[in-house]
């Protein structure tokens, strides 16, 4: 990098999206908090290593395959198109490591790749990579306190590593078919992680089955209550923090637009993941517009239930995060709240008519919010271009109508409930019942987290023996 100017807009951009990672680490360190937190007690550390494994389990697979799909799936493959050649996105490659720009010594890089992935590549990736946690998490605690370890962690890879990355290939890339045929517009992932990760998480619960005691005799359902309502509170508010270092890593700190639009000269902006401009000052009012009116609106609608207030807030943020580059401040706030009374009632819908037991309320606060985000998107940015391609579809409300259901059914719901199905029927998915009642730590950890009042007899005995207490 000889020009002065160059080398500080790429060196800025390689640290922003590095920020932006460790931003994003609040959301899991959130999740982890907010699972243990509203598990029961004889289940926390097993729901705590169930969702911590998941880090190295989706690190490594995402590494190997996960990143290189993103690149060579926007055409489908073979719906407009193949494979698209991707070599700096292979685990193999020079530029998934140590490497500063100059002339490539493998085959199929060129010198334009070294100059514009050296730096970005790494933190690129982890920025992705994050998404890919965030995914998985979601769906981890849907299920607590009755999956099997080794089924989660399956299912972990299977959503973080390739499922979810292959709706980001097809509707969260500049080129996605989603975008050139769809005019797919999902600026913050209301689809593209959230949507999809509900789904994912409905289609293994419907294998599942509820936990022991959720719904008495009459098919009505009881409230396991969280154990810790502050970790629960804590975790969610970190996942709020994690979730606006999310927004940041939505986006391209500075790219010239000027050439993409028509100018004769440089424009340079802040773009969305599509390359369309937007600016830092109008997703800031949005992701807290809309934060404002998911709490506000679960607060009236739970009567002030701590549990689904805080988790309104996260869902009114999902539901108004496609169009949040887009979206007025008081459209934000409006989608917000509608889409909080939405995935509200349908929870409870869902739970009763079909028995299912969503421990944390991730279906509803991810999946059926995000997939109402991604729709009324249509309606209220109809029109809009999709990119800055005026070759690709514009924004319509179908378009929005079959994206939603593309990534909360076709890539969320269907192979999770394929795969859950397989895993089940091999006697793989759940625990035993007898451990169920006894409790996973007892089971998983042979009684070291449970073993309180053994400890203080032993105490007590002790103390007795050398006549320190009577």
Avoid at 2 to 27: A, R
């Amino acid at each position: 990098m000889s020009d002065q100017l160059e080398s500080l807009t790429i060196i800025f951009t390689e640290v922003y999206y590095w920020i932006t990672v460790v931003f994003m680490f609040f959301i899991h360190v959130g999740f982890c908090m907010y699972e243990v937190g509203a598990s029961r007690k004889k289940n926390m550390m097993h729901t705590l290593m169930k969702n911590t494994m998941l880090i190295p389990l989706v690190t490594v697979t995402f590494f190997y395959f996960g990143w290189w799909i993103y690149f060579a799936f926007p055409n489908g493959p073979w719906i407009i198109g193949g494979i698209v050649s991707s070599p700096h996105a292979t685990p193999w490659s020079e530029l998934m490591g140590a490497h500063m720009g100059g002339k490539p010594i493998s085959e199929g890089l060129t010198a334009d790749d070294t100059m514009g992935w050296a730096r970005i590549n790494g933190v690129f990736w982890a920025a992705f990579l994050l998404f890919s946690w965030t995914a998985a998490s979601i769906v981890s605690g849907a299920v607590i306190e009755r999956i099997r370890s080794f089924a989660f962690w399956i299912l972990a890879v299977l959503i973080g590593s390739v499922a979810w990355i292959i709706d980001a290939a097809w509707g969260w890339h500049a080129e996605g078919w989603m975008v050139q045929l769809l005019g797919y517009h999902d600026a913050y992932a209301s689809g593209v992680i959230h949507a999809i990760a509900g789904g994912f998480a409905l289609g293994i619960l419907c294998h599942l089955g509820p936990r022991i005691g959720k719904f008495k005799a009459d098919g009505t359902a009881r409230n396991i209550v969280p154990h810790n309502p502050w970790l629960v509170t804590i975790g969610l508010f970190l996942i709020y923090t994690g979730f606006w270092g999310f927004y940041v890593a939505c986006n391209i700190p500075i790219f010239d637009i000027g050439g993409a639009a028509g100018m004769d000269e440089s424009f340079f902006s802040t773009t969305n993941i599509y390359l369309a401009p937007t600016t830092t000052s109008a997703i800031t009012f949005n992701f807290l517009m809309s934060l404002s009116g998911g709490l506000l609106t679960g607060y009236i609608v739970s009567k002030g239930d701590a549990f689904w207030t805080y988790s309104s807030g996260l869902a009114g943020i999902i539901a108004a995060s496609a169009g949040n580059d887009l979206y007025h401040p008081i459209q934000a706030m409006v989608i917000a709240g509608i889409g909080v009374v939405f995935m509200y009632k349908m929870h409870f819908w869902v739970e009763r008519r079909f028995k299912i037991d969503d421990a944390v309320g991730a279906v509803a606060v991810h999946g059926y919010a995000g997939w109402f985000g991604v729709f009324i998107a249509g309606f209220v940015l109809w029109g809009y271009p999709s990119s800055m391609n005026p070759d690709f579809a514009h924004v319509t409300p179908w378009g929005q109508f079959i994206g939603a259901w593309i990534m909360f059914g076709v890539l969320g719901f269907f192979p999770a409930w394929v795969v859950a199905g397989i895993l089940k029927s091999m006697g793989l998915l759940r625990i035993p019942e007898s451990i169920e009642i006894a409790g996973l730590d007892l089971s998983d950890y042979h009684g070291r987290y449970l073993d309180e009042a053994d400890v203080f007899e032993a105490e007590q005995e002790e103390a007795r023996s050398r006549g320190l207490i009577t």
